[in-house]
């Protein structure tokens, strides 16, 4: 993973090492990131699930998906961020890895999901599909189990 390490060379790389403010603020912009993400995706998932009958579904997952796709990518610009400081090192970390891959799985279950028969139902205002209902038990798994490998990254 060495080719990784002239990442930690940059100027935002010295920035964020040469500043624990900065770091800090990204590192709280990579949490607020995830919060609205999770937020998002819960609220919808638990609607897809069946909570909360009296919303309109057609309403909703538009708006909570955007919001959603704001969070993801706020997470994985501040995620960045963060790496940049010690890439080779992250590179290593089981944990960091795990997340990573938790993260592909949740981007790619809600990229199937919106290109699906299933979606475009739900936009036309009917009750979701049991394969969506599957999906969004998919996606609930996921997402918990990319923060908990993210958290368990500074434990290794
Ligand atoms: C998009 C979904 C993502 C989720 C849900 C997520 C989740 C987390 C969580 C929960 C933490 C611990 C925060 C803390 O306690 O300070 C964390 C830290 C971190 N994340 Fe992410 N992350 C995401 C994306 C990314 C991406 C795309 C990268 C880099 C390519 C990344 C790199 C990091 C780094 C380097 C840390 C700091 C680890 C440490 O030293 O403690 N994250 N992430």
Redesign the pocket.
Known sequence: MEFLAPLAETPLARALIASSTLYLLV?AA??L??SV??GAILALDLRILGLARNLPLAVMAPYLSRLAGAG?LI??A???C??S??PVE?AQNPA?LA??GF?GL?ILNAALVHFSQGWRAILADSEPRSVMRLSAWFSITI?IA??V???W??FL
């Open positions: 590192n990579h949490i990131g995830i993400l999770f993801v997470a994985i501040t995620g960045l963060l790496f400081v010690k992250y960091f997340k990573i993260v949740g997402w990319a923060v490998a993210g958290r990254i500074g």
